[in-house]
């Protein structure tokens, strides 16, 4: 995993399944919204 905003690979676990990166000092969550299935044409 990496941070989303500097590329940084050292992340720490915070409250409410955030992440900190030590590098750049930001706090974000990533969340799956889900899969999509491709429609069948026929």
Do not use: N, Q
């Amino acid at each position: 995993m990496h941070c989303p905003y500097c590329a940084d690979e050292d992340l720490r676990p915070e409250d409410d399944g955030a992440w900190l990166c030590t590098s750049c000092r930001r706090v974000f969550k990533v969340s799956f919204i889900g899969l999509r299935i491709p429609e069948v044409k026929r």
